[in-house]
């Protein structure tokens, strides 16, 4: 699943002519990166889980693409911390019911202390996501 939204040679989105038009329609400036999959499936539900990394927004016509076509439920969280930004977008049946886009809270740090890494604190959906 992963190799078929991967930009310019992407199974779900064919013929980029250019550099706008790989923007506009993958909504990133990049083809994806880092990525991850995991496929369960079960007597009952098949579920999978994938991840990948992107330049500077969200792949948002990448997720409404996966849903729309294969008519799922379930939902995709996007977040980039360097903006402190974070998006979920739930689905049914392919279709896009609810949107959040938040900032991203951290807990406060030692400024003093140049090794001291932030953990997010919210919003709730990211922070089950990373530590849950």
Request: charge should be negative; charged fraction near 30%.
């Given at each position: ?20 038009d790989h923007v ?57 911390e360097g903006c ?49």
């Amino acid at each position: 699943l992963t190799d078929s939204v991967s930009g310019f040679n992407s199974s779900i989105f064919k013929g980029f002519q250019s550099y706008n038009d790989h923007v506009e329609r993958f909504g990133t400036k990049w083809n994806s990166f880092a990525k991850w999959e995991e496929i369960v499936h079960d007597e009952t539900d098949t579920s999978v889980g994938f991840s990948f990394e992107t330049a500077w927004s969200p792949a948002t016509p990448v997720f409404h693409a996966i849903f729309e076509k294969y008519k799922a439920d379930g939902c995709y969280i996007s977040y980039e911390e360097g903006c402190a930004f974070a998006v979920k977008e739930d689905f049914e049946e392919g279709e896009c019911y609810a949107t959040s886009q938040d900032d991203i809270g951290y807990e406060d740090v030692d400024e003093d202390d140049e090794d001291a890494e932030a953990t997010i604190i919210s919003p709730d959906y990211l922070v089950e996501h990373l530590y849950g």
